[in-house]
């Protein structure tokens, strides 16, 4: 197509009017990226500012005597409607709060609570947007704000994990075994993380006889049977030892592995003899567990049963079965490697819990 062509499909008047407009529009642009950037620094530097003079007014509020008669000083309270402002100052005091204990720590509690800054968590905690809600959940709980415990304990339930996981956290770190009483009702996963956050958090508390642990051994959520039977292993309630028992017939291969676990702790008179009778029902892995169970359990009645587990075509089990004779009776353990002069692999075995027994 020649020029004159194309000039006579698209006059030159278009063409100038449509380079006006690109011109004016990248002028435009141009002007909004400068201008966004501008504010940008310009908000930047009055951050900084603010911070400073926040960070030395935080300090000097908590060395006062009457926390109530603190006034905000006229250059910081004019920022001190703005949410962002408003939200630094809380995370400043959870992070110092964190760091802190005893009457400062009483103090920077005050200090959130007479600025206000509560009825900032509690509109998060309402707010329809999951992660704005876990944050006020977060904040009420490092402020020790338990009169909002009814409330975040609904939450503990909630379809959100993030937001569950947080409540979960706060009413045991409020109310300790007690604040456990959320496993009656949850219908939500409690996932191995989840689980260990919450034991970690338990650790320092004092367990009390944990009455509702029947019921959540009896649970219909997968996730708090297990959870309860490590509670049951760890703090060792031997007052469920018979739910315990009842667990071992769970569909849930976890379930048993630590229904496995929890006897060896909690054992009763009659415990050996469940776990093996157990042990043909289960899989390779869980009968591992039974017998790494009977080296701590295991009396010297429970041999004959050990001593035949040596004929198994598993290798792994053969091994754990030799590991409990030689805890039980280290004559009897002596006795096999003559006893088996053409087992090269039970040899073996016997060899290597030899090393181990001497290291």
């Given at each position: 197509m020649n020029s004159d062509a194309f000039f006579r499909l698209i006059a030159p008047a278009h063409l100038y009017f449509a380079a006006m407009i690109f011109g004016i529009g990248t002028i435009i642009m141009v002007i909004m990226i400068y201008a966004f950037l501008y504010v940008k620094k310009k908000r930047f530097r009055t951050k900084l500012l603010v911070e400073g003079q926040l960070n030395e007014w935080i300090s000097d509020a908590l060395t006062e005597n009457e926390l109530p008669?603190?006034?905000i000083p006229e250059n910081i309270a004019r920022y001190f409607k703005q949410p962002a402002i408003r939200q630094f100052v809380t995370d400043s005091l959870i992070n110092i709060k964190k760091n802190v204990t005893g009457s400062v720590g009483d103090n920077l509690v005050k200090l959130y609570e007479i600025l206000e800054l509560k009825e900032d968590s509690v509109h998060k905690l309402r707010s329809l947007v999951w992660y704005k809600r876990a944050k006020g959940i977060y904040e009420l709980y490092m402020m020790q704000q338990r009169n909002e415990l009814a409330d975040i304990?609904?939450?503990?339930?909630?379809?959100?994990?993030?937001?569950?996981?947080?409540?979960?956290?706060a009413i045991i770190g409020f109310s300790g075994f007690d604040g456990l009483v959320f496993l009656d009702s949850l219908v939500y996963p409690l996932y191995e993380w989840q689980q260990i956050k919450l034991l970690e958090q338990l650790n320092a508390v004092n367990p009390g006889?944990?009455?509702h642990l029947p019921l959540w051994l009896k649970s219909e959520n997968s996730y708090v049977v297990h959870f309860a039977l490590k509670l049951a292993e760890i703090y060792q309630q031997f007052h469920v030892h018979d739910d315990v028992v009842l667990c071992l017939?769970?569909?849930n291969d976890k379930i048993r592995k630590q229904a496995i676990k929890t006897l060896g702790s909690i054992a009763a008179e009659n415990t050996v003899d469940i776990l093996k009778e157990q042990y043909k029902k289960e899989t390779p892995g869980n009968r591992r567990v039974i017998l790494t169970q009977l080296i701590s359990i295991g009396t010297e009645s429970d041999l004959d049963f050990l001593n035949s587990?040596?004929?198994?075509d598993d290798d792994n089990l053969k091994?754990?079965?030799?590991?409990?004779?030689?805890?039980?009776?280290?004559?009897?353990?002596?006795?096999l490697?003559?006893?088996?002069?053409?087992?090269?692999?039970?040899?073996?075995i016997i060899k290597q819990v030899k090393y181990e027994n001497a290291a």
């Open positions: 008669a603190i006034v304990l609904e939450y503990t339930n909630s379809n959100n994990e993030f937001v569950r996981m947080e409540a979960q956290t006889d944990m009455p017939q769970n569909e587990l040596l004929q198994e091994l754990e079965a030799v590991r409990a004779i030689s805890a039980i009776n280290e004559t009897v353990f002596s006795d490697e003559q006893k088996s002069p053409g087992n090269t692999v039970l040899l073996s």
